[in-house]
């Protein structure tokens, strides 16, 4: 990645972000249209480190990142961007690197033309962005194909050329919508190592998705959305704690489930068991936390073979569906 | 060059980026190409027309009937006004004249004496090149008969295109009565052309629809497609963006209509009549041209790209707008000083190509009045050449000196562009973009 001294660019000498301020903040934000809320009094500060958000399609992900972006006007409320409106100022996007959910993209450009032709957008000479477009191409693996037309691109190679236009700047601040939707295993993986390690270096990333196990294999800080209204935020495991008393399913794929249901019965946390095969063990569960931290100890003492560990109903909609009482 | 940011430099980058981005998107697409080649197609058939009546011959008439022999003695009524024998006698004619003269053939009569004129101004003109007004034979108030006190003359007073016919001018009896019709429908022909395809063909109808089919989704199809969320999603104010867009534009329409209108120079300076290979004296009209052309071009498309940004169908918004503008290009051509010029973006257009023109060409009133004149005598109809020139010549508007009225009508249009631009980028700073 670049230093951050190239910038070139007149307004960031001229704007300063305000460094008492997160660099995401929402103060009793809501966004209506007409009488659909898509967000409802949302108040969260964010800096640093990798943030997934999460929710169902229509929760206000997309909402909140045009809020963020300026796009949007809220209805209610004070977004404020390194401590300035978005709405009103576009200096802060000096910062930001931003890759919107939509599929259109300019396919006559090629790779390169599209990420140099938006770098000079930040002030970049010719060259400069020519040179920095190259690099964050290289960056999201794209340095075989930079000249190669963009309509000739697969979804995945879409995708990372979005991310790579969003990073030209060396931002502060990465907001990506939906990044991984519609991508094959090796440009999801890719992607991912992207995010991750734009999160090692110290930016704050935001990314959205609707699936749980995918923001999970990027990070644990996560903010859930749902019908417009903030349902959770803070570490993904603080939060699954906090749903114990909830009943949860665990399903052990082994040799011989029956034996290890014997060893596992007298535990106190569980409360069913359910053998869908012979291989297969189904735990139900009120104490997710402790029992999952103690099953690992309880199968390699009593030498059980076991080849899979997970949590059938632990996705999006369940965990939406206890947050919210079973609204979901 | 130091590398050094400067507020200056930032913008520049970005100007650029966004025109070069935008004329290169442009340069992509069929749509620009097609209403180009249209737009070529349109000028080029009504430039074919214009060859046409360069090449043809018109006929020559005899307008104030010299050509005739009344008393059928053989000698042509213009030679018996010569010689001074009675046109309505067939027993005096030259031929009884000591020494006697020999009958001319009647078409010598036909197209004998053309105008003589230098420039544009009240005064006496014309010189009786057949000589049947010096003639000898005539006393000194037969060679006035317009009551000058020149002989053989003719007393023009204040041409202007609202004296009607022939008002504004008196010849003395004999003097430029028989003008060249060819030369005279050539000479008018070809004005009117010039005016007819600067107006209507490049300042209207390429200066209005090419920002039609052009300018109007420059913001707004970015918009409904999503691609403006990269554009967005830098530290760029919208209005600079509108700003931008409209200058890729312009990098692409400005030389096309620049190629157009000195293309047309070339053709009409070639076939256009002149003493030499090419008609020089045309330059200056052509240059008021491609001015209005050019300037109506950035008028339209700040004003259609806001109306794009107001609304997704702006183009329905904008058709009206053309009808009103059509309906203002006609005003100018009868009623040039109509004060409701001032509310449309032609009515200016049309004051610098009239005021180019009263540069370039200060004898076109002059030009117009004699054809309608033609000679002077009672049965004499208007001269070929000269309606067209009347419909598609008129005075600017504003009643300035011709450098003056450029002056100012460039100002209102920049004005007007100013205008657009900032009403525009105010509408797109104010929308909401999904």
């Known amino acids: 990645m670049p230093d951050p001294t190239q910038q070139g660019s007149a307004e960031t000498k001229e704007w300063q972000p305000d460094v008492n301020m997160p660099v995401v903040y929402f103060q009793g934000v809501s966004k209506s249209y007409g009488r659909i809320h898509a967000l409802s009094n949302i108040t969260l500060g964010l800096s640093g480190g990798v943030t997934g958000l999460l929710g169902m399609n229509g929760a206000g992900k997309s909402t909140m990142f045009k809020l963020i972006m300026g796009k949007l006007k809220p209805s209610a409320g004070e977004v404020r961007l390194f401590g300035t409106d978005p709405w009103k100022n576009p200096a802060p996007y000096a910062r930001v690197g931003f890759v919107p959910e939509h599929e259109k993209m300019h396919d006559w450009m090629t790779a390169l033309d599209f990420v140099s032709t938006f770098a000079r957008l930040h002030g970049m000479t010719r060259d400069k962005a020519r040179k920095e477009a190259i690099r964050v191409l290289d960056f999201v693996g794209l340095s075989d194909v930079i000249n190669k037309q963009i309509g000739q691109f697969s979804k995945g190679m879409r995708q990372r050329t979005k991310i790579a236009h969003a990073l030209v700047n060396d931002p502060q601040l990465i907001i990506l919508d939906e990044p991984l939707q519609g991508c094959d295993p090796l440009a999801r993986t890719t992607v991912m190592n992207v995010i991750r390690e734009l999160g090692k270096m110290g930016r704050t990333v935001l990314v959205s998705s609707h699936i749980l196990s995918e923001i999970e294999r990027i990070t644990e800080q996560i903010v859930i959305l749902h019908q417009g209204k903030l349902v959770a935020l803070g570490n993904l495991h603080a939060i699954r704690e906090r749903l114990d008393e ?83 | 060059m130091s590398d050094k940011p400067t507020i200056w430099r930032a913008l520049d980058r970005k100007a650029m980026a966004v025109a070069e981005f935008t004329l290169r998107q442009q340069r992509k697409r069929l749509s620009t190409w097609v209403v180009m080649g249209v737009g070529f197609l349109a000028m080029a058939v009504l430039t074919m027309f214009y060859i046409d009546s360069m090449m043809r011959d018109y006929e020559a008439i005899d307008n104030d009937g010299d050509s005739r022999d009344f008393d059928m003695d053989g000698y042509p009524n213009g030679q018996e006004i010569l010689y001074g024998t009675d046109i309505l006698d067939s027993d005096s004619h030259p031929g009884l004249l000591n020494p006697p ?14 105008f003589d004129i230098e420039s544009l101004a009240a005064g006496s003109y014309g010189y009786d090149d057949d000589g049947d007004c010096r003639t000898e034979e005539k006393t000194a108030s037969q060679q006035d008969t317009n009551n000058n006190n020149i002989p053989c003359d003719v007393k023009v007073t204040e041409p202007s295109y609202y004296n009607g016919f022939d008002a504004g001018i008196l010849g003395d009896r004999g003097v430029d009565e028989d003008p060249d019709d060819d030369s005279y429908a050539k000479e008018s022909i070809h004005r009117a052309f010039v005016l007819a395809l600067g107006k209507f063909g490049f300042v209207f109808l390429i200066g209005i629809f090419v920002p039609l089919f052009m300018a109007t989704g420059l913001v707004r199809d970015e918009m409904t497609s999503g691609t403006m969320h990269y554009m967005l999603s830098k530290p760029i104010a919208r209005s600079e963006v509108f700003l931008y867009r409209i200058l890729g534009f312009l990098g692409l329409a400005w030389p096309y209509m620049t190629g157009m209108v000195v293309l047309a120079a070339l053709v009409t300076g070639f076939f256009g009549p002149s003493d030499g290979f090419f008609r020089f004296k045309d330059l200056g009209v052509w240059m008021a041209v491609l001015l209005a052309s050019l300037l109506a071009i950035l008028v339209y498309a700040m ?132």
């Open chain 2, 303 to 434: 004003l259609f790209c806001l109306l794009g940004v107001l609304w997704k169908h702006g183009i329905i918004l904008a058709l009206p707008f053309a009808a009103w503008e059509l309906g203002m290009i006609l005003t100018t051509l009868g009623a040039p000083d109509a004060a409701i010029l001032r509310f449309s973006v032609i009515g200016w257009a049309m004051n610098i190509v009239d005021a180019g023109a009263a540069l370039a060409w200060s004898d076109t009133s002059l030009l117009l009045e004699l054809g309608l004149w033609a000679g002077g005598s009672n049965n004499a109809e208007p001269l070929t050449g000269s309606l067209a020139l009347e419909i598609f010549a008129s005075d600017s508007g504003l009643g300035l000196t011709p450098l003056m009225t450029i002056v100012v009508s460039i100002c209102v249009m920049l004005f007007q562009a100013a205008t657009c631009w900032f009403l525009g980028g105010a509408l797109f700073k104010s929308k909401e973009i999904d």
């Open chain 2, 101 to 114: 003269v020999a009958p001319d053939d009647p078409s010598k009569w036909i197209d004998e004496d053309d």
């Open chain 1, 246 to 328: 909830i009943p949860h399913t665990i399903r052990i794929v082994g040799e011989d489930a029956r034996s290890l249901a014997k060893d596992i019965l007298g535990h106190p946390a569980v409360f069913g068991l359910s053998f869908p095969s012979n291989t297969e063990l189904l735990i139900q569960t009120y104490h997710f936390g402790s029992l999952h931290s103690e099953l690992p100890g309880l199968i390699v003492n009593n030498g059980h073979k076991v080849t899979l560990i997970d949590n059938p109903d632990d996705d999006l909609e369940s965990l939406l569906g206890h947050l919210t009482g079973g609204s979901a």
